[in-house]
C-alpha cells in the first residue's frame, strides 16, 4: 500500500496515493484542468498541448507544472485557475488556434480561456494537428506501427512511410479515435472504409448486421486465433443462452 | 548496382549489427554511406531485422538531415550557413552555385553528378565563407571561383582547398 497524502487543489482538500498524477487526484475531484493531448487509453502521458499547466505550491516555493504527468510527492497546493495559469494557457492556447484553426474543440476551448492580441500570428490554413502524437502511440501500442511523426520543423507531419498505403494498417480507427482534434481523415461507405490512403472491407456481424470493423483488424486482435463471426454483444447473448438451457434442470 | 547486389550489400550491412533497435541509426548512417541514400528495400529489411516497425525507422530517417531517402549526387555540396559565413556572403554562393547547376539548396541534379546543401556551421568561421566538397574545404571563397571547381569535380578531378 503506497503512502496517502492529503493535497489542495484550489483550496480543497483531496486525498491521493504518493506518484498519482495531480490531473487524476484533480478529476477525482471534480475539479476540472482541460486537456487535448491526454487519453485514459496509455498509462504515460504525451504532455505535449501543455494545456494542462497547473500551478504547484511545495515548500514555499511556487512552480508551473503539467498535470498529466507530475507525480505528487508531498503536501502540496495546487492552483488550477491562478492569474499566471490562466495568462499562460491562454497564450497557449492562442499558439495552438493558430496552429489548428480548423479544430472545433481548440476554437472552443481558445473562446472559453483564451485571450485576444495574438493577431500577429501566422495562421496555418486547413490545419487540424496538434501533432501531440497520440495516433502514433495508440497505433504502436496495438503492435501495428504503420503510422509515425516524419520530417520536422515547420514540415513535421504524422503519416505512413513514403506516404503510401501501408501494408502494416489494419483500418481499426484508433488513431482517428483516439486524436482530440479529429485530425485524422478517413471515410466510410456502406460497404468500405478509406483511411491513411488504403481502402478497407468491412465486416458485420453473421447475427445482428452490426459492424464489427474490418477482416483485418479483427485478425490482427486475434493473432493466430479464429476470426470471430460474430458482434461481442452476440456473443455474449448466445453464451448466456447456453448458460441458461444447461442449467435449466438444475 | 543490381537489384540483387544492393539486396546483398544491405543484409551485409545489416547483420554486421546486433538485432536490437538501438543500432538502428548506425546502420542506417552505413546504408546512407554505401549508397549515397536509404533504399526504400533497405529500411524494410532493417525494420524486420530489428523487429520494429518500418514507420519508426522512416520517423528517424527523415528526422535527421545526414540521412536521405532520396539518392544523393556524385558529389555533395555543403555550403556553410553559419553566422560567419553568412554574413560574408555564403547566400551569394547558393545563388552562383544555382546558376552554374541549376538546383537549389536541397536539391540534386538531374544527371546525378552533383547535391547542393546548406549546413549550419562547419565550424571553421575564420575562414568564411567556407564551402565543402566531398570532404575537401573551400575556403575564403569568392563567387568567381565556383565555376572552376564545380568544372574540375564534374570532369573528375579534384582540386587543392588552396588554389
Known sequence: MSEKLTIRIDGVECECEKGEYIYDVARRNNIPIPVLCRSDAFSDHRACCRICIVEVEERGKRKVVTSCVYPISQECDVYTKSEKILEERAVILSLLAHRAPDAQRIADMNKAWGREGFERLVTIDNEKCILCGLCVQACDSLGTGAISTVLRGTEKKVDTPFDKPSEFCVGCLSCANVCPTGAIEFSQDEKTRTIWNRTFDLLFCEQCGSLMGTPESARHAVGEGEVPTVCDACRKKKLADEMMQTYRYV | ?163
Open chain 2, 1 to 163: 548496382m543490381t537489384d540483387q547486389e544492393q539486396a546483398s550489400k544491405i543484409s551485409e550491412i545489416i547483420e554486421a549489427y546486433p538485432a536490437d533497435q538501438r543500432f538502428a541509426l548506425a546502420a542506417m548512417q552505413d546504408m546512407q554511406h554505401a549508397f549515397n541514400y536509404i533504399p526504400e528495400e533497405g529500411l524494410s529489411a532493417l525494420a524486420a531485422y530489428l523487429g520494429c516497425a518500418e514507420a519508426q525507422l522512416y520517423s528517424m530517417a527523415t528526422f535527421y538531415k545526414a540521412l536521405s531517402l532520396t539518392p544523393k549526387g556524385d558529389h555533395i555540396v555543403k555550403i556553410c550557413n553559419g553566422t560567419a559565413c553568412h554574413l560574408r556572403g555564403a547566400m551569394n554562393l547558393a545563388t552562383e552555385l544555382k546558376r552554374n547547376l541549376g538546383i537549389d539548396p536541397g536539391e540534386t541534379t538531374e544527371d546525378g553528378t552533383f547535391s547542393v546543401e546548406l549546413v549550419n556551421c562547419l565550424g571553421s568561421c575564420a575562414l568564411a565563407p567556407v564551402m565543402l566538397v566531398d570532404g575537401t574545404y573551400h575556403n575564403k571563397l569568392r563567387v568567381e571561383q565556383i565555376p572552376g571547381i564545380i568544372e574540375s569535380y564534374a570532369n573528375g578531378g579534384e582540386v587543392s582547398a588552396h588554389d
